[in-house]
């Protein structure tokens, strides 16, 4: 189980037009990069990734975050997309400055 005290970053912050990354996700994927641990993942397996994002926003949708913390996690864990067979993602209100991300990697 990892668990990051962060808030989690919009796939809508992270790109400006079609092709750059913005300076904010930039940043946030160093962070993500720094602080996610070394796992040993059989990368060539099925893989299950379960995720749950805090937002201090209701009106946030779960389904925002995904795309860039995905990348963050192929980035550092040299995983490819197309072994992920399973994704469970939810969703938590907490008071703001509570946010956080917490993502399970499982072989399936």
């Known amino acids: 189980m990892i668990e990051l005290p962060m808030k989690p970053l919009s796939v809508n912050q992270c790109w400006q037009g079609k092709r750059f990354k913005t300076p904010e996700y930039k940043a946030y994927e160093l962070e993500m990069i720094l602080r996610l641990p070394s796992l040993k993942i059989n990368t060539n397996g099925p893989l299950r990734i379960d995720m749950t994002f805090r937002f201090s926003n209701s009106l946030c949708d779960v389904d925002n975050p995904v795309k860039p913390l995905l990348d963050i996690l192929q980035k550092k864990y040299m ?10 993602l939810s969703k938590e209100i907490v008071k703001k400055g509570n946010e956080f991300i917490k993502i399970n990697i499982t072989e399936k």
């Open 79 to 88: 995983i490819n997309d197309k072994n992920i067979v399973s994704l469970n």
